[in-house]
């Protein structure tokens, strides 16, 4: 794995291999990290670091990317921090995986490979078809508190030339892997950017875990799965969450509060669960033929880089479309039902997040003392002006 056959030496980073998976979104990473996160006693007993929380990955990761021209990262910062503890670990290797860092600008991919030096660094980018990651995108960014619909979203996406669209040009920015292989290889070389492809249709999570455990060394046969892994919507919940995204705006309503309450409670928590009755989102023929081409040049430059590929460059051209709605054709009332869905699953949540609070109140009023019954009582008016409609 390194340059270097000693043993790593605690509190160094001389003499360990720092693993990068870097995305792309949409690739499976959600899935990979969450077995990873399932499992951290096999992955530790293996001699590998993988921070937990994983969140503290996202911050890190959220650092990074805000990182203009000029600037440094905080000593104090949370990439730091998670440079430190790899520092501090006393095996051999170390995985840091956040797909937000596929696109990241040079000064960006410059900062935070320098801060894991001497580590040997390796960047791993997992990579999809691009006419697969396209509904997936859009998708996503729908639970993400944007308002594009879904035919604005494909004539940005597959338009000639440059993007100018913002949805357009973060879909290319972290899909154009020939791009985000030549940008990460100015600071790594070019036979440290592993390429892992996702299967096709037919090949399942399973296979894309042997391609990226072959990758960063890891014996993942006995690793349990996830219980779940960011849930992707149906044609009819994406086509809901669009519609609810631009009231939402027109209302103001608070970011923080959006994330809270509707993607993770209501998209990802609720709406998800009917993905498999509502269908996929089907991809127009016009914009199939558009990224197929774009896919070919993208292989041909691929090919063309001394990056080495694990799975098959192949799995990046499109397969035939397979079956799907467009959701624009998405009928009033199958959006009302999936509302209706919505709105009671909300109520289902609420409930048991109150019961779930009312235990621990009683939990801590089991022992007696007048503060469990002066948080009882707060915790009461707080709740009866919550039915009142009072802020």
Known sequence: MSDNPAAARPGSLDGKTVYLHIGAPKTGTSYLQARLDANPDAVSGQGMLWSRPWSKQVHAAREVKALAPGDSLRPDGPWQTLVEEARAWSGPTVLISMEWLTNAAPQQVEA??????????????????????????????????????????????????????????????????????????????????????????????????????SVVGLDGAGFAEPRRSNPSLGVVSAALMQRVNVVAHERDVRRKDYHRLVKHTLSKGILAERRKAEGAIAVPDEAWQRLAERSRVMVAELEQLPVPVVGDLADLLPEPAGPGTDPQEVTEQQMLEAAVDGLVGLVLDSAARERRLQQKIEALGAGGGRWPDRLSTLWHKARARARRGVR
């Open 112 to 213: 935070a490979v320098a801060s894991l030096l001497p580590a040997r660094v390796e960047i791993v980018c997992t990579a999809r078809d691009v006419v697969r990651t396209l509904p997936a995108a859009w998708q996503e960014s729908m639970q993400n508190y944007r308002t594009w619909t879904w035919h604005e979203y494909v004539d940005a996406v597959t338009a000639p030339g440059e993007p100018a669209h913002p949805g357009a040009v973060e879909f290319w920015g972290q899909q154009d892997i020939a791009r985000v292989a030549r940008t990460w290889t100015t600071q790594v070389p070019a036979d440290r950017f592993h390429v892992v492809t996702v299967p096709g249709r037919d090949g399942g999570s399973g296979l894309l875990w042997e391609r990226f455990c």
